[in-house]
């Protein structure tokens, strides 16, 4: 699963910015997330739209349940975007169920970064937007996982 993290960008920023401004963090969040699901859900198998998908679904956890959203959903990372994957990848089966038409994403090192980025960014939504607000993604995630 190869994609460029400005791609990531670009599909996370082009559903942030359909709600920016008349909604709260958490709810931009929510609206993004569904938004790049229901193109997945068509058929899109893009490998950068799956990642934003999950960075921005990772952002919606975190951002309507603090710490202990980003504390649930780094295990949910780890057990279905690590364990689950590598799993799939090593067995030679497919595992996780399919929603829609695209294909489910494998392991990639550079989509648990962007999850982990999600979640960090979710956190500064909870702490520091309110009201409605503009909500950016970043250009690449700044995680730790993320071999730059």
Sequence with gaps: ?????????????????KYNGSYSASDINLNATTYLYGLRDDGNGDAALAAASHYLHCRYVASQAYVVGAIIGAAAVVSYDVIWKLIEKYSNRELSHKFGKAPVSAYSSTMLAWDMQGLSDGVGDFMFCWGNVTLRAPYQPQSGFYPH
Excluded at 1 to 17: E, G
Aim: charged content about 30%.
């Design 1 to 17: 699963m190869s994609f460029r993290n400005s791609d990531v960008h670009d599909w996370a920023q082009k559903a942030l910015d």
